[in-house]
């Protein structure tokens, strides 16, 4: 069965960097499209960045410049390379197969000083 499990979430502060890790079985993981979204509390689970099979990354406009999402085939792993967090990135984080609905567990991030 397919498997998503996220890592590297913690408490930073303001200006900080986290790196983001998902780690993925079950599928043929270089042909897919792998998204990372996050989730605030009270609010809904929004698209952050986006990684095709071949490479091509799309972002959310409020992460754009900050946030780099990459992949490694090799390791079945993507990842999400935050930089310049604000506090309003606080939230917690899941990786997503795309065009399905197989999600990871989360993994909180916290930015606060």
């Known amino acids: 069965q397919v498997q998503l499990v996220e890592s590297g979430g913690g408490l930073v502060q303001p200006g900080g960097s986290l790196r983001l890790s998902c780690t993925a079985s079950g599928f043929t993981f270089k042909s897919a499209i792998m998204n990372w979204y996050r989730q605030a509390p009270g609010k809904e689970r929004d698209l952050v960045a986006t990684v095709y099979s071949g490479g091509t990354t799309t972002y959310a406009d409020s992460v754009k410049g900050r946030f780099t999402i990459s992949r490694d085939n090799a390791k079945n792993t993507v990842y999400l390379q935050m930089n310049s967090l604000k506090p309003e990135d606080t939230a917690v984080y899941y990786c997503?197969?795309?065009?399905?609905?197989?999600w990871g567990q989360g993994t909180q991030v916290t930015v606060s000083s």
């Open positions: 997503n197969r795309g065009a399905s609905a197989d």
